[in-house]
């Protein structure tokens, strides 16, 4: 019943304050302080938001300040962000008059599934139907 809700957006408002971790579903925007670490689907550093951690989410928007880790497939620095982090990305926007200082890494796209050794081993065994060893 559950499984199929549609989350709506969250917003923690400029006179926000927290330390601690935070993990959500759909949208969060911060507008105010945040120290610890944040995990989502989508996330957005408001103008006026200050963040110190950790944050990962699929989506990334940054508008404010920012210190630590960040790890996202999609992010965006904002005209105005002011970033010092490690960066893994997928794909990075940078616009013009955002500052970036730290590390920025491409994620490594993901290794195909493995087949396991047991069917690898029977194809091999399997031949191939009317042919006939001599």
Same mark, same amino acid.
């Given at each position: 019943m559950?499984? !199929?809700?549609?989350?709506?957006g969250?917003?923690?408002? $400029?006179?926000? $304050?927290?330390r601690? @971790?935070?993990?959500?579903?759909? &949208? +969060?925007q911060?507008e105010?302080?945040i120290n610890? $670490?944040?995990?989502? &689907?989508?996330?957005? +550093?408001g103008a006026?938001?200050n963040? #110190?951690g950790?944050? @990962?989410a699929? #989506?990334?928007v940054?508008?404010?300040?920012f210190k630590g880790k960040?790890?996202?497939?999609s992010?965006?620095l904002? @005209?105005?962000a002011s970033?010092d982090?490690?960066?893994h990305y997928?794909? +990075?926007a940078i &616009?013009?008059? @955002?500052?970036i $200082?730290?590390t920025v890494k491409?994620? +490594?796209p993901?290794?195909?599934?493995?087949?396991?050794?047991?069917m690898? !081993?029977?194809k091999? #065994? #399997?031949?191939?139907e009317g042919?006939? !060893?001599s």
């Amino acid at each position: 019943m559950f499984s !199929d809700q549609k989350y709506t957006g969250s917003i923690l408002a $400029n006179s926000i $304050n927290l330390r601690g @971790s935070i993990t959500c579903k759909g &949208e +969060l925007q911060i507008e105010g302080r945040i120290n610890g $670490n944040i995990n989502g &689907e989508k996330v957005v +550093l408001g103008a006026d938001s200050n963040m #110190e951690g950790t944050l @990962s989410a699929d #989506e990334i928007v940054i508008s404010g300040k920012f210190k630590g880790k960040i790890k996202g497939k999609s992010i965006r620095l904002d @005209s105005g962000a002011s970033v010092d982090a490690e960066i893994h990305y997928d794909v +990075l926007a940078i &616009e013009d008059g @955002s500052t970036i $200082n730290g590390t920025v890494k491409k994620l +490594l796209p993901s290794p195909p599934p493995k087949k396991p050794a047991a069917m690898v !081993d029977k194809k091999k #065994e #399997e031949k191939p139907e009317g042919k006939v !060893d001599s």
